[in-house]
């Protein structure tokens, strides 16, 4: 599968985008998947407004409930990185 998409840093989004973007995150931590990488560019947009989180190449598996605050600081530092892209 190819995503075409920008930088998130040249956009702005609205908090709906924002919400399935960490509801995204939150399917992928139901996997037991910490993204391990959350940053600005490994964000990007489409021209229809979905948000991809792209570069795994950091990514670990996780015991859930072992290690729920990494999923929950993950999951923190994702909403705070989007506030500021908030319309």
Known sequence: M???GTSLS???IKKQQKTRAIKGLEAIHKHGILHNDIREE????????ALYLIDFGMASRE???KKRKL???EQLKL????DGYIV
């Open 2 to 4: 190819t995503i075409v």
């Open 10 to 12: 040249d956009q702005k």
């Open 42 to 49: 490994n964000i990007l947009i489409n021209d229809k407004g």
């Open 63 to 65: 015991d859930t409930k």
């Open 71 to 73: 999923f929950e600081e």
């Open 79 to 82: 909403s705070q990185l989007l």
